[in-house]
Nanobody, 126 residues
């Protein structure tokens, strides 16, 4: 499995960026795809996730209503549309994939993810 993240950059507060995560190496039905972010000296935090089959979405409280996660089956790509950006959104953003359990609740924490892409820097200026 390979995950290739792209789309980071510099934005002003209130602006928008869209991150992409191109997935390859297998079919991803049964997987959950997530975005996490990390700032220096801190843990990698959950941002958003989507189930490849069914398209259920999950968001951290801090981004709910501002960020939208989506997927494109034909392109095997997951997107994170980030609107109304704030300086506190500044971080390195990582995409990740998790093999979902057959039953029970879906949780997306960094230690549960099975595959990681490289990070992409997002910087929001005030």
């Amino acid at each position: 499995v390979q995950l290739q993240a792209s789309g980071g950059g510099l934005a002003q507060a209130g602006g928008s960026l869209r991150l992409s995560c191109a997935a390859s190496g297998r079919t991803f039905g049964g997987y959950g795809m997530g975005w996490f972010r990390q700032t220096p000296g801190k843990e990698r935090d959950f941002v958003a996730a989507i189930t490849w089959s069914g398209g259920s979405t999950f968001y951290a409280d801090s981004v709910e209503g501002r960020f939208t996660i989506s997927r494109d089956d034909a392109r095997n790509t997951v997107y994170l549309q980030m609107d109304s950006l704030k300086p506190e959104d500044t971080a390195v953003y990582y995409c990740a994939a998790r093999i979902l359990p057959r039953s029970g609740s879906f949780y997306f924490t960094a230690n549960l993810m099975n595959y990681w892409g490289q990070g992409t820097q997002v910087t929001v200026s005030s």
